[in-house]
């Protein structure tokens, strides 16, 4: 061979295995990223993922060529988006049973958050990165994020874009962007039925229960298999009082779920609404054979007890409310005014004692206190707690309307006339603000605070909100008009009022008669401490005050 070939021969060689080098060291992850290509078409279980995993990691991290590294990167996503969805299978499934989904979200958000990062076009990967960021304690934020990411990514494909525009109706917190978004679900998959499902919700809890009912007929005739679609409308007929039509169609859900516990309490959320108490307690009697430990069933039998005039009853399914769950607030509050109601004030305050100190600044407790305090006749404290509350939350009128009754208690008259003015002003329809106004006012002993024509202006409102049928409240008329000097007008209504009036007050409301016949107007002079009553000489009579929800 001449000099001048093998010279030439040499020099290609030598590029040859430069070429080859150069090729190799781009591919020294090229044997790692087949066996994970291999692996990843079979693979099923954690630990196979796992390995499918590693491999592609490791394949990157030794070289790949730009077509490869991107193959592999694809492969390393999907296989942490199969193994995240694992996991967050595991995390809903831990949710309802062994206490351990916290972990398992955990490992399912690490996968799946890296998967979107190596391949961020995943619109049902960012729909599961939205679920368990609602979960309790999740990422509101960024389940938001993800969610508007979903339906941006998936036009394409209508069932995804449905699924994550009514999972974001559902965080939407204006109620016409809930409905935007569900109208979008139902335009891009007009055949679900659980996305007229979740717009006949949103619609009746915006009271549009036509529009809501409409929802769920569309929903039933896409599903007529589905008991929800049925109860559902059941619960939106009641809300229109139409007890009858609402009980046909939940019976349609009970012949597909005879033995669910779901349907008898709705029932008896429905004969409830219609005040048929004895059936409702009957319903949920049968939804507490089906569980016993059911909070929502023993809550609603709780109640239900109370209407029936049964609180040591309603008592016991709250004491076992509290076995179960024994933090709730709710329940404790309850607990506390049925306690009340079996005149057991000490244990009822006591209950409420250990609430406030557990939450000092809860005004329902406070409020409670005050209430509880003023019906022992302890009105200084009943001040101090009702003062508590305003204190905090200077616009609560119950608040007002409490310190009100106490300071009338005390016989501070002029504290309670400006506490229910400005009850007044808040709640300007309220039938014991505007008689207990009206009465301090017409009866009062200091000629100063007594103003018999705004008394007669408030008596005669109040009288005609209750349609003249309270005892009480034509007691504080007769009151007004014999204060503004027209005693005939004052024996007609207190003559009516001791027809109406129970035993309780009919003595009571007798002397006040009298005091008419007499010519006389009626004065309260003393607070409700003072038990008795005085007769001056030709003074007016005095009387104790009612209990203060009567006035």
């Not at 093998?6 to 020099?11: C, E, G, H, I, Y």
């Not at 004491?319 to 009822?348: F, I, N, T």
Request: aromatic letters at 4%; charged letters at 25%.
């Amino acid at each position: 061979m001449p000099s001048s070939l093998r010279s030439n021969a040499l020099v290609l060689g030598v590029l040859l295995a430069l070429a080859a080098g150069r090729a190799a060291a781009g591919d020294e992850g090229q044997a790692d990223l087949d066996k994970a290509t291999q692996l990843k078409v079979g693979a099923s279980s954690l630990s196979e993922l796992g390995e499918v995993v590693r491999l592609c990691e490791s394949a990157l991290g030794k070289g790949l060529d730009q077509n490869n590294a991107s193959f592999a990167k694809n492969l390393l996503a999907g296989a942490l988006t199969q193994r995240g969805s694992i996991h967050a299978g595991q995390a809903f499934r831990s949710l309802l049973s062994d206490g351990k989904w916290q972990e398992q979200r955990k490992l399912a958000l690490a996968d799946l958050e890296r998967a979107v990062g190596l391949n961020p076009a995943q619109p049902q990967t960012l729909g599961l990165i939205a679920r368990l960021n609602l979960l309790p304690q999740g990422d509101a934020k960024r389940a938001a994020e993800a969610l508007d990411q979903a339906v941006a990514q998936s036009g394409d494909e209508p069932q995804l874009k449905g699924e994550a525009l009514v999972l974001r109706a559902g965080i939407q917190k204006e109620p016409a962007k809930k409905l935007a978004d569900l109208d979008e679900a139902i335009q891009v998959a007009p055949g679900d039925a659980s996305v007229y499902r979740a717009r006949g919700i949103v619609r009746a809890e915006m009271n549009k229960f036509a529009a809501a009912l409409d929802d769920f007929n569309k929903a039933i005739g896409l599903d007529p298999g589905q008991a929800l679609n049925y109860q559902l409308k059941a619960l939106v007929l009641a809300k229109q009082q139409k007890f009858d039509d609402a009980l046909a169609v939940l019976e349609k859900a009970r012949t597909l779920l005879p033995g669910n516990l779901e349907l008898p309490l709705t029932k008896a959320q429905i004969l409830r609404g219609r005040a048929d108490y004895p059936a409702a307690l009957e319903e949920l009697n049968r939804a507490a054979a089906i569980d016993a430990n059911n909070l929502e069933v023993l809550l609603l039998r709780a109640a239900v007890y109370k209407e029936l005039g049964q609180p040591a009853k309603a008592l016991d399914d709250i004491d076992r409310v509290l076995r179960l769950k024994p933090a709730a607030a709710a329940v404790m509050r309850d607990r506390a005014m049925l306690l009340a109601e079996l005149g057991k004030y000490d244990k009822a305050i006591a209950q409420l004692e250990q609430l406030h100190q557990a939450n000092p600044k809860d005004p329902l407790t406070l409020l409670q206190l005050g209430i509880l305090s003023a019906a022992q006749k302890q009105n200084e404290t009943a001040v101090k707690y009702f003062s508590e509350v305003l204190g905090q939350y200077p616009g609560e009128w119950s608040a007002y309307r409490g310190r009100a009754d106490a300071l009338l208690g005390l016989g501070r008259r002029a504290g309670a006339i400006a506490d229910y003015d400005k009850a007044l002003q808040l709640r300007p329809k309220d039938v014991g603000i505007l008689n207990n106004l009206a009465w301090v006012l017409a009866t009062a002993p200091e000629e100063k605070l007594r103003d018999g024509k705004r008394a007669l202006v408030l008596a005669l409102e109040v009288a005609k909100l209750t349609d003249y049928k309270q005892d009480y409240v034509l007691s504080t008329l007769a009151a007004a008009y014999a204060e503004a000097g027209d005693f005939q007008s004052a024996q007609q209504w207190a003559a009516k009022a001791v027809e109406l009036g129970g035993k309780e007050h009919s003595e009571q409301l007798k002397q006040e008669l009298q005091s008419y016949k007499a010519g006389k107007p009626w004065r309260e002079v003393l607070g409700a401490s003072a038990e008795k009553k005085e007769n001056q000489g030709d003074k007016p009579q005095a009387k104790p005050q009612r209990n203060a929800a009567q006035r």
